[in-house]
């Protein structure tokens, strides 16, 4: 696999855009950092801000563990809005898809997350969540590899 986001540790810029229901696209700009520890584990810790509106930011802490041949993977993830969450994701060739749950939510709130790679310092994302079976808001943004 030759993904260099999540399989690698690095710091990444995040810029796109950011929709809910029956609201205007709101820019958000961002920041992620991926560690990795020797035992396989690695901490991806996300911030995104709403550059052009009083929006609060959201933070994401994603723990999860993955050995050098496996192609899935399960996840924990504190989560600003959503709470704490659970999540599993697959690794494909030209993609990384993440699927997640919030725990104990009388809401049913989910979401999915989907990295595909463009080259080695870039890769679009898009994103959703649902409540239910209705989907609330969704991201679409750039993530750019910083030297």
Do not use: C
Request: charged share 20%; hydrophobic share 35%; aromatic share 14%.
């Amino acid at each position: 696999m030759s993904h260099t986001f999540l399989l690698e540790a690095g710091r990444w810029n995040i810029e796109g855009q950011w929709l809910e229901r029956n609201q205007p696209p709101l820019a958000v700009k961002g920041k992620s950092m991926v560690a990795w520890n020797q035992e396989n584990w690695f901490t991806m810790v996300t911030k995104l801000v709403f550059p052009d509106s009083e929006r609060p930011g959201i933070s994401f802490q994603y723990r999860g563990r993955l050995s050098g041949e496996e192609r899935q993977y399960t996840y924990v993830l504190q989560h600003s809005q959503l709470g704490r969450v659970e999540g599993e994701g697959w690794i494909s060739t030209q993609s990384i898809i993440q699927r997640y749950w919030v725990l104990g939510d009388r809401q049913r709130r989910s979401g999915f997350e989907t990295f595909n790679r463009l080259n080695d310092d870039e890769y679009h994302f898009a994103s959703g969540i649902l409540a239910g079976h209705y989907l609330t808001s969704a991201m679409e943004a750039r993530f750019q590899r910083q030297s």
